[in-house]
């Protein structure tokens, strides 16, 4: 097949384009800059923003769009391609739903009202809703052949946002270690090559509609992600301690100082099924599996991105104030 990849470059389309090439499948990439990847792939250089005219008039099975993140930038870039775009494959995201009614959800909860078209900014009010709108542009704009993808967190080699790499990091150094709020929280992670290897096939069974793409297969709490980390990864003696929500908080913590703890949120947020995913051929590897690899990638380096959360430094000044407030029996 003949498929055309948007944002193939970067962390989750460069592992769907690398899962394309693996299966055989003829690749073209749209990207702004000269790269050394994929030689084996047609590089097209535009940018989705601006001129697309070097797209007129090319046919492709399928066009895979990993970084639209504006209504406009889907109306664009198949206003440039028209039927030539074959099935589409749009990378959305988990943030598409509002507050579950029920934990174990699927894809027809319900949705967050979609972004005016003059929404112009990306932060975490925005975020979600201009997913949404998307997925609105391109039901509309490809009916059937709109494929909808949801992942929610995505991990694995080259992740330029290094969330789930901080924790693999973190523990494979061993010491005391600090587990953020309640170890009950739910949280789904996915790795990239999983996802990868299911748009590939998505694409090949003319698959459409949405497909939230989480695991595992049960709803898995922040402890137990962490503990399988810890199993793969984590020198003996390791050992994390838990500390309250309210008091991190307190001290001035959120998600962006410890990465993937929500400080507050819905509590059935991250209890997404994969089951509609699964019965189409989706295959997830552990939270173990991918915690070694991502540990394997980083040892072998280089690696994307710069080291988010905690420093060692703030890690022990916190857990050294939360002893002090809490001393062991």
Do not use: N
């Not at 990439?29 to 097209?44: D, K, N, Y």
């Not at 838990?242 to 949120?265: C, F, K, M, N």
Request: charged share 25%; net charge negative; with cysteine.
């Amino acid at each position: 097949m003949k498929v055309l990849v948007v944002g193939g470059t970067r962390f989750v389309g460069r592992h769907i384009v690398r899962a394309l090439i693996d299966r055989g499948h003829e690749v073209t990439l749209l990207h702004r800059g000269a790269t050394e990847l994929f030689p084996s792939a047609e590089h097209v250089l535009g940018d989705r923003d601006g001129d697309l005219a070097e797209l007129a008039g090319r046919e492709f099975d399928a066009t895979v769009d990993a970084c639209a993140y504006f209504p406009r930038q889907v109306r664009h870039l198949l206003g440039a391609l028209g039927d030539g775009a074959g099935r589409y494959a749009l990378i959305s995201s988990q943030s598409v739903y509002d507050e579950p009614e029920a934990p174990w959800y699927d894809e027809s909860s319900r949705l967050l009202p979609a972004a005016a078209d003059d929404v112009a900014v990306i932060d975490d009010q925005t975020y979600g809703p201009l997913k949404v709108a998307c997925e609105e542009a391109a039901a509309d704009l490809c009916g059937d052949r709109a494929l909808l993808i949801r992942p929610t967190y995505v991990v694995g080699p080259w992740d330029y946002t290094q969330r789930f790499t901080y924790w693999v990091r973190r523990l494979s150094e061993g010491g005391e270690v600090l587990g953020p709020g309640d170890a009950s929280d739910p949280v789904q992670v996915i790795d990239a090559r999983d996802l990868a290897a299911f748009v590939a096939l998505a694409i090949e069974k003319g698959l459409s509609g949405p497909y939230s793409l989480v695991g595992p297969d049960a709803v898995q709490t922040f402890q137990q992600m962490l503990d399988d980390v810890a199993v793969a990864v984590a020198p003996s003696g390791t050992r994390i301690t838990w500390v309250d929500r309210a008091w991190l908080q307190a001290q001035g913590e959120d998600d962006a100082s410890v990465p993937l703890w929500r400080g507050q949120e819905h509590p059935w947020v991250s209890t997404s099924s994969p089951a509609r995913a699964l019965a189409d051929g989706l295959r997830l590897r552990s939270v173990r599996q991918s915690a070694a690899e991502i540990l394997a990638h980083l040892q072998a380096g280089p690696t994307s991105g710069e080291d988010p959360g905690l420093t060692r430094v703030r890690e022990a000044e916190l857990l050294a104030a939360w002893h002090a407030e809490h001393p062991s029996p």
